[in-house]
């Protein structure tokens, strides 16, 4: 892309050249590198640490025995930008040069929505009990509260009209890639969970546990209705 600091959404970030290992989940761009014991990774990580100061935008890494997990998004853009698909793309050579293949369906995130009639009152009582820094919201591109230290699930708050005493109030929305999201709900319902509705997918899927507790699995995909 001619200019790297220009927007991009997840549907140009996948049409890109060279992205085929990664995929966007909310406004940021996953990739899962299966090295398969910890020296290869340690070697890709170090890699990736070259490329990010060459190119003065830094990922989140992380490392495990058998796989490599990297994030981008630039962070004064509030999402995706010419930037990540750079940087993406010389990641996934990196990779390919130390004979790492990726596993792009297996990016994961994980969110918790509490549904709320006075944001303003809940949420300040969740960011001091579990010490995490709110943000500013921008549709569904960011969330109302995320750990500093990003390890645990972001929390957004959704606003009530009116009291529902009948249905759950805090859900997970689990993010996966597009590629992977009617399996995921498919595995769901063979576990015993049912569709309550699918009427925004393939946006999201909205799921129930066996005792009515709800869930959904949720993709990049047609987030611009």
Do not use: K
């Not at 699918?198 to 005792?211: G, H, I, M, R």
């Amino acid at each position: 892309m001619a200019d790297e600091t220009t927007r991009v959404t997840a549907q140009q970030f996948h049409a890109a050249e060279g992205t085929a290992d990664w995929r966007v989940l909310i406004s940021t761009a996953h990739a899962v590198f299966r090295t398969g014991d910890f020296a290869t990774g340690l070697a890709l990580v170090g890699r990736i640490g070259e490329l990010a100061e060459e190119a003065g935008h830094h990922p989140d890494v992380d490392l495990t025995y058998p796989a490599v997990v990297v994030r981008l998004t630039t962070h004064d853009a509030g999402g995706l930008t010419g930037r990540d698909v750079a940087l993406a793309r010389r990641i996934s050579e990196a990779a390919r040069e130390l004979g790492v293949d990726a596993d792009p369906t297996a990016p994961l995130q994980t969110e918790i929505a509490i549904d709320v009639l006075d944001r303003d009152a809940v949420l300040p009582f969740w960011a001091a009990v579990l010490g995490f820094e709110r943000v500013q919201t921008d549709g569904y591109q960011d969330v109302d509260l995320r750990d500093p230290r990003g390890r645990g699930a972001t929390i957004w708050f959704q606003q009530m009209d009116e009291p529902r005493p009948q249905r759950n109030r805090i859900h997970l929305d689990v993010w996966v890639a597009p590629d992977a999201a009617r399996e995921r709900v498919a595995a769901v319902l063979a576990a015993g969970g049912t569709l309550l509705s699918d009427a925004e997918a393939p946006s999201f899927w909205v799921l129930a546990d066996p005792e009515g507790n709800e869930a959904c699995v949720c993709t990049c995909l047609d987030r611009d209705r």
